[in-house]
């Protein structure tokens, strides 16, 4: 496995969105709806959005590459409005600032390859470097595999929230990863 860890650039966008249109549908429950995923992955993760998320300041895409291809990526998202104050952060969440950990996937193939630690390590290092005391995120309900491997990262289940897609509202858990404190030396 030679997977390298990145940040996104413009000449990713294709692939990124290759990726999150593979990819999300099967963080989905089965109940949802086909056309609703499609039109998610239409509005949320096409290659035009993509370009939005990089040109965004609060927001970090790394993508995770294995032979100059994407394999997975992470976005994290800074929240804060110009007063300092984490917007739209469910009240659950502490300590502040927080970031959100908004999308986490690696392709199917590359499950169990070490691939997403890598993404998850470098994502909480961007978190941490910029002051983050803590990252959070929404993780369906269902979504058992996604749930173990956030608590192997340090996350714990701190509430709950829906998440809306298409004409249906889903059952989302908020997962807290605190900064821990510094090894002694």
Request: net charge negative.
């Amino acid at each position: 496995m030679q997977v390298r860890v990145d940040p996104a650039t413009a000449a990713d966008l294709v692939e990124l969105a290759d990726v999150a249109a593979a990819t999300f549908p099967l963080a989905c429950p089965p109940s949802a709806a086909a056309e609703d995923v499609d039109a998610f992955i239409v509005a949320t993760l096409s290659a035009s959005r993509f370009g939005e998320y990089l040109a965004d300041p609060g927001r970090v895409v790394l993508t995770a590459t294995d032979a100059d291809r994407v394999i997975g990526y992470t976005m994290l998202v800074r929240r804060a409005d110009i007063s300092g104050v984490d917007a739209d952060v469910p009240p659950s969440v502490t300590p502040r600032p927080a970031v959100e950990l908004s999308k986490m996937y690696v392709m199917p193939d590359w499950h169990g390859s070490g691939a997403a630690g890598l993404l998850m390590r470098a994502g909480i290092t961007w978190a941490e470097a910029g002051g983050a005391r803590a990252v959070w995120l929404g993780v369906n309900q269902g979504n058992q595999r996604a749930q173990r491997f956030y608590r192997k990262h340090g996350f714990g289940t701190v509430g709950a929230r829906t998440f809306r897609l298409g004409a249906n509202l889903e059952d989302d858990f908020v997962m807290v990863r605190p900064r821990l404190p510094a090894s002694p030396a």
